[in-house]
């Protein structure tokens, strides 16, 4: 009997020792499988990535230094890059205007490596800021904004010096964004608002913020032709019409989209 029970033991050891070394050896099956699974995910990431940056880098060729930085950056991180572009109702609607016309280039260049927010706004650069609409915009936390600061709604009611000054009111609400500025349209035969927009120009350069100046593509603000490229309202130059929108986005898919086909 008791030579019954020290074989029972043996036996009982010897199958022991078998089950728990297999379930050693499935448990090691296991953690190898998982960590060339996630080896794998993160060959594919990086490849992805690599393949990200050398596809879209090239486009952003125009933009400054730290947004090109900020974008390649955004690209390894995997997180969306926000663009918000700021500006008077000249800009025109989400569904139409040289804005919108941006946006869905934008978009259809960089994918959803970027999200594009407009922010029209019918007011002066003084509304703007009291008004809060620049928190309003840092609310959509923007890597980038191409700001177009009021100054044809400016014109007449509030001084240049006070544009500059609200300027960077809103430059410093987007503290943690690259900002751009840009002029609005130009007006046929305007009498103050052309040196306004050469002060807003030569303010831009001085506080070493990025100016793009679509106006050299327009025609001049005397010639005849600029009126083919504004549209009236009353006797009033209240946008750029069709063609007009055409000149404001070309000028600027050329620079945010180098080498666009």
């Known amino acids: 009997m ?3 029970l020290m074989l029972l033991a043996i036996v009982a050891t010897i199958a022991f020792l078998v089950i728990g070394n297999r379930h050693w050896q499935e448990k090691i099956d296991v953690s190898h499988f998982a960590s060339s699974q996630k080896a ?3 060959t594919e990431t990086k490849k992805e990535k690599t393949a990200a940056l050398a596809k879209l ?3 952003t060729a125009h933009w400054p230094q730290p947004a090109k930085t900020d974008f390649q950056q955004a690209i390894k991180d995997q997180k969306t890059y926000t ?3 700021v500006g008077s109702k000249a800009m025109g609607t989400e569904k139409q205007g040289w804005a919108s016309d941006l946006k869905k280039a934008l978009l259809q260049t960089y994918g959803d490596q970027v999200a ?3 922010f029209p706004s019918d007011v002066t650069s003084r509304q703007f800021i009291s008004k809060k609409l620049d928190k309003k915009v840092a609310d959509a936390h923007p890597n980038l904004v191409l700001f177009e600061p009021f100054v044809l709604n400016d014109n007449g009611s509030v001084a240049p010096k006070d544009t500059h000054k ?3 009111k809103a430059v410093k609400t987007w503290k943690d964004a690259v900002v751009i500025i840009q002029p609005s349209f130009p007006i046929y035969q305007a009498s103050n608002y052309p040196d306004q927009v050469k002060e ?3 303010f831009a350069q001085e506080q070493k913020l990025p100016y793009l100046d679509h106006w050299k593509d327009w025609p001049g603000t005397n010639s005849k032709d600029l009126k083919k490229d504004i549209e009236f309202k009353n ?3 209240v946008a750029p019409n069709a063609k007009g929108n055409k000149i404001w986005f070309d000028y600027l898919r050329d620079y945010f989209i180098a080498g666009h086909s």
């Open 2 to 4: 008791r030579s019954f």
């Open 40 to 42: 794998e995910a993160s």
């Open 57 to 59: 880098m090239p486009y």
């Open 83 to 85: 663009i918000a572009i």
């Open 116 to 118: 594009v927010t407009l």
């Open 166 to 168: 609200n300027l960077l």
């Open 200 to 202: 807003l120009k030569k």
């Open 235 to 237: 006797g009033e130059q």
